[in-house]
């Protein structure tokens, strides 16, 4: 069974710093590209950033130069730090597993990330 688990979301003031984890287990964690994704009230659901199996990563712009992607495949998990964060970061942070050979793609439950003073 294939589970991707969240964790270090919370109450953050403007400026501040958070980083997730997704710990990830049933999928050979290292054949897949990681995503973190977000969705805020009303608003669909965006790609904030991605690792590939390579190392390779990719960010939306609006977290370029704050946000930082990275893995562990000894410890089958991904993280997001994130820095100076703003009120529009307030979002249920999601992880992604995809592997687009297999075709699997898999999500986690979400973790919640408030940006309030």
């Known amino acids: 069974q294939v589970q991707l688990v969240e964790s270090g979301g919370g109450l953050v003031q403007p400026g501040g710093s958070l980083r997730l984890s997704c710990a990830a287990s049933?999928?050979?964690?290292?054949?897949?590209?990681m995503d973190w994704y977000r969705q805020a009230p009303g608003k669909q659901r965006e790609l904030v950033a991605a690792?590939?199996?390579?190392?390779?990563?990719n960010y939306a712009d609006s977290v370029m130069g704050r946000f930082t992607i990275s893995r562990d495949n000894a410890k089958n998990t991904v993280y997001l730090q994130m820095n100076s964060l703003k009120h529009g970061d307030t979002a249920v942070y999601y992880c992604n597993a995809r592997n687009d050979y297999t075709k699997n793609d898999f999500w986690g439950q979400g973790t919640q990330v408030t940006v309030s003073s």
């Open positions: 690792i590939t199996a390579g190392g390779t990563t």
């Open positions: 049933g999928i050979i964690f290292s054949f897949y590209t």
